[in-house]
């Protein structure tokens, strides 16, 4: 999955980074060190990406206007040429490349973490700004990654592939 990013995917996600510490952020995080569930879709290449709003059964073609806000309960399914582009709370960059259906579920209580449920495809991970503590869910496999780069993804079974670049799974 790695491999997947060719030279010209990393310079399109570098330059996305140094974007990223240009846009506001505080509307994101929380106060209480706890960490909102609130993401921000900040960048896409592609137009084909929709969006079911929590509680929702259908599903919309989402805008590309940017950047936009994904709450807790939300579910995104990008298209075959589309990747978006989300900022966290503290700042990380999730990709959901081509082809992959995410959930943003609602934490249970307080918690410092953020979470993220894939349906189907892969997420890929990058934290930039203090270090972030992510739970990934799939249908029946479930993981905490601390503080680093990672890529994710379902497999048929419900299982999970994640791929750690450096920090704890």
Known sequence: PVAAFDGHMRCLFASLLLFVGTVPGSALAQESGTVSNTLQVIAIQGTNWWIAPSGATEWVMASTQMPQVVRPGDRIRTGRHTRLFLRT????????????????????????????????????FFPRGSATDVEVQTRGAWAAIRGTEFVARTRDDGGMIVQVVDGTV
Request: a neutral charge.
């Open 89 to 124: 709370p503290n700042l990380g960059v999730i990709q959901i490349p081509p082809l992959s259906t995410i959930e943003v579920p609602q934490p249970p209580g307080t918690t410092k973490s953020l979470w993220i449920r894939i349906m189907d495809g892969m997420i890929y």
